[in-house]
């Protein structure tokens, strides 16, 4: 069994910062991407951010371009979230997220390329 841990979320004001980190545990996959996405209350999940782990090629999305960065450690296993000038739209549960499988140039952005997910860490961003 495959477990993602997500970790670092909180209650900050808004334009502040935050790191979200995720480490993977359990029965090894062979899967070289992590992505990010969110959820807030009524929303569908959306994506965030990901990346390709061997490759190091990034994606983020429109509205979180220049505000957040995704990376990695490979030696820990971790996949980051770096945070700045949160905005209270922000507001969501964050939730790391990795295929079973696959080699990518470029990593998926649809949650439904994801097999593994965490539990989710809330992020709340006051104005």
């Known amino acids: 069994q495959v477990e993602l841990a997500e970790s670092g979320g909180g209650l900050v004001q808004a334009g502040d910062s935050l790191r979200l980190s995720c480490t993977a545990s359990?029965?090894?996959?062979?899967?070289?991407?992590r992505g990010w996405f969110r959820q807030a209350p009524g929303k569908e999940r959306e994506f965030v951010a990901a990346i390709s782990w061997r490759a190091g090629n990034t994606l983020h999305e429109d509205s979180v371009k220049g505000r957040f960065t995704i990376s990695r450690d490979n030696a820990k296993n971790t996949v980051y979230l770096q945070m700045n000038s949160l905005k209270p739209e922000d507001t969501a549960v964050y939730y790391c997220?990795?295929?079973?499988?696959?080699?990518?140039?470029?990593?998926?952005?649809?949650?439904?390329?994801?097999?593994?997910w965490g539990q989710g860490t809330q992020v709340t961003v006051s104005s």
């Open positions: 359990g029965r090894t996959f062979s899967s070289d991407a």
């Open positions: 997220a990795a295929p079973h499988s696959g080699s990518y140039w470029y990593p998926p952005t649809s949650p439904s390329n994801y097999d593994y």
